[in-house]
T-cell receptor, first 111, second 117 residues
Framework: GESVGLHLPTLSVQEGDNSIINCAYS??????FIWYKQESGKGPQFIID?????DKRQGQRVTVLLNKTVKHLSLQIAATQPGDSAVYFC??????????FGQGTELSVKP | SAVISQKPSRDICQRGTSLTIQCQVD?????MFWYRQQPGQSLTLIAT?????????ESGFVIDKFPISRPNLTFSTLTVSNMSPEDSSIYLC??????????????FGPGTRLTVL
């Protein structure tokens, strides 16, 4: 069946370094993707989205890259801070607004 | 964005009982969804809550177990019926703000953490 998956379940980085979180998706027809951040005890927080007619989108300290050829997404966080520690999910938007979530990557930032 | 609240925020229930979770949005939205997040896992869509009609359930989820109401464009409930310990999860509602199409930002409520003993 269709699925969205992540390459790395955990990522540990030093404060100030850049973080890269990867995600693979399986539905080549997918045209909209979202990254979420989930802190302990909270609901997922929208970070950034990207449509399939783009290959890069930048936000505040975050960049999402989309490679449709290999069906791959990445989230880059610049100058990672302790407050960035959380679980990050990619999600693939299906017809009707339904989201298919990846497995999640736990980002740990060491001071 | 939209401000989404859920009640209760957490509960501990006995097996065989039922719990109704409420989701309230501060503005009218067409699209509202219910997700489940099992411990240490990712999110799985339970159903789309349709205003004025029966919810649309995903494979593996049935109305008898997870009845959903959507009486208007700002409110929905999810009931977890005849609970077992396997139902222990976080239940989350989400919305696409406004009355737009499906390819727009989707926001989540804070979740309801359910423990079934």
């Amino acid at each position: 069946g269709e699925s969205v998956g992540l390459h790395l379940p955990t990522l540990s980085v030093q404060e100030g370094d850049n973080s890269i979180i990867n995600c693979a998706y399986s539905n080549s027809a997918s045209d909209y993707f979202i990254w979420y951040k989930q802190e302990s005890g909270k609901g997922p927080q929208f970070i950034i989205d990207i449509r399939s007619n783009m290959d890069k989108r930048q936000g505040q300290r975050v960049t999402v890259l989309l490679n449709k050829t290999v069906k791959h997404l990445s989230l880059q966080i610049a100058a990672t801070q302790p407050g960035d520690s959380a679980v990050y999910f990619c999600a693939e938007n299906m017809m009707g607004g339904k989201l298919i979530f990846g497995q999640g990557t736990e980002l740990s930032v060491k001071p | 964005s939209a401000v989404i609240s859920q009640k209760p925020s957490r509960d501990i229930c006995q097996r065989g009982t039922s719990l109704t979770i409420q989701c309230q949005v501060d503005s009218q939205v067409t699209m509202m969804f219910w997700y489940r997040q099992q411990p240490g896992q990712s999110l799985t869509l339970i159903a789309t809550a349709n205003q004025g009609s029966e919810a649309t359930y995903e494979s593996g989820f049935v109305i008898d177990k997870f009845p959903i109401s959507r009486p208007n464009l700002t409110f929905s409930t999810l009931t977890v019926s005849n609970m077992s310990p396997e139902d222990s999860s976080i239940y989350l509602c989400s919305v696409v703000p406004g009355l737009a199409g499906s390819h727009n930002e989707q926001f989540f409520g804070p979740g309801t953490r359910l423990t079934v003993l």
